[in-house]
């Protein structure tokens, strides 16, 4: 984890956000708490993630993303260099499909 982020203000929307229950509330709550573009941006690089995760290569995640190969590189960071929260979020969304 990064320590850089951990501090009371971090904390708190945390637990906000543990008591999200739907993706209705979370769209609610997203959109009071950011801007379209910051909701934007955060779904687009979840998107990449998951692209790169799938072994999609750069000219395929620009053109079904629209994110910039700058913005691709940062997220394959993450996913090489990062906590690992990609393929645990990733892991359990495909689990929860396959008990649907």
Request: hydrophobic share 40%.
């Given at each position: 984890?990064?320590?850089?982020?951990k501090?009371?203000n971090?904390d708190?929307?945390f637990?906000?956000?543990?008591?999200?229950?739907?993706?209705?509330?979370c769209?609610?709550?997203f959109?009071?708490?950011?801007t379209?573009?910051?909701i934007?941006?955060?779904?687009?690089?979840i998107?990449?993630?998951?692209?790169?995760?799938?072994?999609?290569?750069?000219?395929?995640?620009?053109?079904?993303?629209?994110a910039?190969?700058?913005?691709?590189?940062?997220?394959?960071?993450s996913?090489?260099?990062?906590?690992?929260?990609?393929d645990?979020?990733?892991?359990?969304?495909?689990?929860?499909k396959?008990?649907?």
């Amino acid at each position: 984890m990064n320590s850089k982020i951990k501090d009371k203000n971090a904390d708190f929307l945390f637990q906000a956000i543990l008591q999200l229950r739907t993706e209705d509330e979370c769209y609610r709550f997203f959109e009071d708490l950011c801007t379209v573009a910051e909701i934007k941006a955060m779904s687009q690089r979840i998107v990449v993630a998951k692209m790169l995760n799938d072994k999609r290569v750069y000219s395929d995640i620009v053109a079904a993303t629209g994110a910039s190969t700058a913005t691709i590189s940062r997220v394959n960071r993450s996913l090489i260099y990062g906590c690992d929260a990609y393929d645990m979020i990733f892991e359990r969304m495909e689990q929860e499909k396959k008990e649907k």
